[in-house]
């Protein structure tokens, strides 16, 4: 008889018919998601990843957990993609751009001097364009959950101050895996060192390069001030983040424990977001006091950004039109309404 009903409520869930009730509900097992990322615990990253945790927890009834793998503790975010798609990682978070060598069109989040401030940011990555590029992960076995930020990159180095694109010729500069950076430094006249995230601060250290260029948060965080000495604020890349799932790990979930990780993840990003807006403003106050730092006037910004308009150009022909487009447009839009 057991049997006979259990078959009886499954039909009806299949044809609809039980929607309005729990009797469809599937149950929510015991399980631990592994997540990894680059930053610290105590970075807006970190403490992202952690609120996630929190609320799955909470949602759950303390059947989903997180465990939580910061600082590269698990390699790079290279090696963290791989890891998702074998299976052998659930979560992480990362750099939109590095989906690149998985979806081409998330190379438009590493256009030097696409964006202007926060708002031009989320009109992309909250409209269509952010939907379309999420949605296209699937087909490389990873489901995008959302979009967290980090902020804008500033330059780094222990030679000498950068007040104009000239300063950078012949540093050796810490690159992010991606070839649109290498063709942005090149353009500048700096000697690109593409290195995964992990390795920066001791190649800062031994001098095996000159500088990179972070977010002011990752540049506190990660103690860069110890091993660098001018900080030059150029803001000359904006990187939203992607917060990814594997897809092999998402097929084992049923569609209610699927449905609480997307809601979790709805709440987190909000979370993070306002975090990372308050530490970027914290951490450059911070840095001032350790580093020699200056803000590179707006003039010498248009010559950066000339400079780097032909990698831009040239980038930018090599993607699907119809969404480069949309992208420009949604920028326009958001600047129109300012």
């Not at 996630?52 to 303390?62: P, T």
């Not at 070839?179 to 001791?202: D, K, Q, S």
Request: aromatic fraction near 8%.
């Amino acid at each position: 008889m057991k049997k006979l009903l259990q078959t009886v409520i499954a039909s009806a869930c299949a044809a609809g018919l039980l929607l309005a009730g729990n009797a469809c509900a599937e149950p929510i097992r015991e399980r631990t998601l592994r997540f990894a990322f680059q930053n610290a615990k105590e970075h807006p990253q970190g403490q992202g990843a952690q609120k996630f945790a929190d609320l799955l927890s909470a949602k759950s009834g303390g059947k989903l957990k997180v465990r939580l793998y910061p600082g590269g503790a698990l390699g790079g975010d290279l090696q963290s993609i791989s890891a998702l798609q074998t299976g052998a990682l659930d979560m992480t978070v990362l750099n939109s751009g590095i989906l690149a060598a998985q979806v081409p069109e998330f190379a438009l989040f590493d256009f030097p001097y696409l964006f202007d401030d926060i708002r031009e940011v989320h009109a992309v990555v909250d409209g269509p364009v952010g939907q379309q590029l999420t949605s296209r992960l699937e087909a490389k076995g990873l489901i995008g959950l959302g979009y967290w930020d980090l902020g804008f990159r500033s330059l780094t180095n222990n030679q000498r101050p950068i007040t104009r694109w000239e300063d950078l010729q012949g540093l050796k500069m810490r690159v992010t895996q991606s070839p649109i950076y290498l063709e942005t430094f090149n353009a500048l006249g700096a000697r690109p060192v593409p290195m995964p995230f992990p390795e920066v601060r001791t190649a800062f250290a031994q001098g095996t390069v000159d500088g990179g260029d972070n977010a002011f948060t990752v540049i506190q965080g990660k103690r860069f001030d110890q091993v660098q000495k001018y900080l030059s604020v150029t803001n000359h890349v904006y990187n939203p983040q992607s917060l990814v799932f594997g897809q092999k790990s998402w097929q084992k979930l049923n569609a209610d424990e699927q449905a609480l990780i997307r809601a979790a993840a709805r709440e987190a990003q909000a979370y993070q977001r306002q975090i990372t807006a308050q530490s970027q403003a914290q951490a450059y106050e911070t840095l001032k006091a350790s580093m020699q730092t200056n803000v590179i006037a707006p003039a010498e910004i248009a010559r950066f950004r000339e400079k780097v308009r032909p990698v831009v150009e040239q980038f930018a022909r090599e993607l699907d039109q119809e969404v480069v487009r949309d992208m420009y447009g949604a920028i326009d839009k958001a600047r129109a309404g300012r």
